[in-house]
């Protein structure tokens, strides 16, 4: 197999040969037909996150077709067609995966950072963590629903159903998929660029947006909840000081640069401040029904898995209009 492997962070990628993996019990082997790349990869290779595995494979966006099982795997066939995301492994018996927030698990694995990941040819996955794809799905539009697809919806649920008046700060592969679901619900979306990103504001609008400006500008309309998808923790004051009383802010990203001090008046009149964190197997099977359903336009660059530092350079610049994707 080949893989574009981290040996330390803040160095490039480095392309390697390696014995094709065998899976272990519980496991499968995939052949990797695309894999997107996500701003939590880039903050894994610029070291911003705690220590995960190394030398390690990023990518936790990945489109693949099962090519081996390890022994005891019965859920999944040769030649199926899965896709496997950032949660890889949970405990199964700490008090989180007991009352179904399995996101949290004490002590749980991360595709891409804690086990290898689908910056390759080849994968290898627990089963039980594989989410089920339809045949009929193009495997490079596919990948970025992943993670930027279910943790914005995840984000969104979180938002609340009740939020009409939607705000996403940073415009990225998450945001461009997520107001498509937030308009497909009736919802009015303002979206929030690096200020003067002109062609972000203009594909936001092209998608829907009702107004799109930049993240110092306010909102033609005061917000019912805003997600924050930019790695910026100023964002967060503003955001509280465009949402109403009892509006909500929502923190969607890994990692974030500190939140400056604010006057306690922004988050006064029961606002509230949160974050969401990683997935549940059940928001990936919800999330990939309702993206089946509604067509989402997904918007791609594609780069040979070999040009993964590229892929990472554009995104780390700003210079992606949607989300890169990998192909072996
Ligand atoms: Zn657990
Ligand atoms: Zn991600």
Same mark, same amino acid.
């Given at each position: 197999?080949?893989?574009?492997?981290?040996?330390?962070?803040?160095?490039?990628?480095?392309?390697?040969?390696?014995?094709?993996?065998?899976?272990?019990?519980?496991? =499968?082997?995939?052949?990797?037909?695309?894999?997107?790349?996500?701003?939590?990869?880039?903050?894994?290779?610029? *070291?911003?996150?705690?220590?995960?595995?190394?030398?390690?494979?990023?990518?936790?966006?990945?489109?693949?077709?099962?090519?081996?099982?390890?022994?005891? =795997?019965?859920?999944?066939?040769?030649?199926?067609?899965?896709?496997?995301?950032?949660?890889?492994?949970?405990?199964?018996?700490?008090?989180?995966?007991?009352?179904?927030?399995?996101?949290?698990?004490?002590?749980?694995?991360?595709?891409?950072?804690?086990?290898?990941? *689908?910056?390759?040819?080849?994968?290898?996955?627990?089963?039980?963590?594989?989410?089920?794809?339809?045949?009929?799905?193009?495997? =490079?539009?596919?990948?970025?629903?992943?993670?930027?697809?279910?943790?914005?919806?995840?984000?969104?649920?979180?938002?609340?159903?009740?939020?009409?008046?939607?705000?996403?700060?940073?415009?990225?592969?998450?945001?461009?998929?997520?107001?498509? =679901?937030?308009?497909?619900?009736?919802?009015?979306?303002?979206?929030?660029?690096?200020?003067?990103?002109?062609?972000?504001?203009?594909?936001?609008?092209?998608?829907?947006?009702?107004?799109?400006?930049?993240?110092?500008?306010?909102?033609?309309?005061?917000?019912?909840?805003?997600?924050?998808?930019?790695?910026?923790?100023?964002?967060?004051?503003?955001?509280?000081?465009?949402?109403?009383?009892?509006?909500?802010?929502?923190?969607?990203?890994?990692?974030?640069?500190?939140?400056?001090?604010?006057?306690?008046?922004?988050?006064?009149?029961?606002?509230?401040?949160?974050?969401?964190?990683?997935?549940?197997?059940?928001?990936?099977?919800?999330?990939?029904?309702?993206?089946?359903?509604?067509?989402?336009?997904?918007?791609?660059?594609?780069?040979?898995?070999?040009?993964?530092?590229?892929?990472?350079?554009?995104?780390?610049?700003?210079?992606?209009?949607?989300?890169?994707?990998?192909?072996?």
């Amino acid at each position: 197999m080949r893989a574009m492997v981290l040996h330390q962070p803040g160095q490039p990628l480095r392309l390697e040969e390696r014995p094709d993996p065998v899976p272990g019990p519980g496991e =499968v082997r995939l052949r990797v037909l695309a894999c997107a790349v996500c701003r939590t990869d880039l903050h894994v290779v610029d *070291g911003e996150l705690p220590q995960g595995l190394l030398p390690v494979v990023p990518g936790h966006e990945i489109v693949g077709l099962v090519e081996a099982l390890g022994d005891g =795997v019965t859920t999944l066939h040769i030649g199926q067609r899965v896709g496997v995301p950032w949660l890889a492994h949970t405990c199964g018996h700490c008090r989180h995966c007991g009352d179904g927030h399995e996101n949290l698990c004490d002590a749980p694995l991360f595709t891409g950072y804690t086990r290898d990941g *689908g910056f390759a040819s080849h994968v290898v996955a627990e089963a039980a963590f594989c989410l089920p794809l339809a045949g009929s799905h193009d495997a =490079v539009h596919t990948a970025p629903l992943l993670c930027a697809g279910l943790i914005g919806w995840r984000a969104l649920r979180t938002a609340g159903e009740d939020a009409e008046h939607l705000g996403l700060y940073g415009f990225g592969a998450a945001a461009h998929l997520l107001i498509q =679901v937030a308009r497909h619900q009736g919802r009015t979306v303002y979206a929030f660029t690096k200020p003067g990103d002109e062609q972000a504001q203009a594909f936001a609008r092209s998608l829907g947006a009702a107004w799109a400006g930049g993240s110092d500008d306010n909102p033609p309309h005061e917000l019912d909840a805003a997600i924050l998808f930019a790695p910026d923790g100023s964002l967060v004051p503003r955001a509280l000081a465009a949402v109403r009383k009892g509006g909500r802010v929502v923190c969607a990203g890994i990692h974030m640069s500190d939140i400056p001090s604010f006057p306690y008046q922004l988050l006064w009149e029961e606002r509230q401040l949160v974050s969401v964190a990683n997935l549940t197997r059940r928001d990936g099977a919800d999330f990939l029904m309702l993206a089946t359903g509604m067509r989402l336009q997904v918007e791609t660059r594609t780069y040979p898995l070999e040009q993964a530092n590229q892929a990472l350079d554009d995104l780390r610049s700003g210079h992606l209009q949607g989300a890169a994707v990998l192909q072996p």
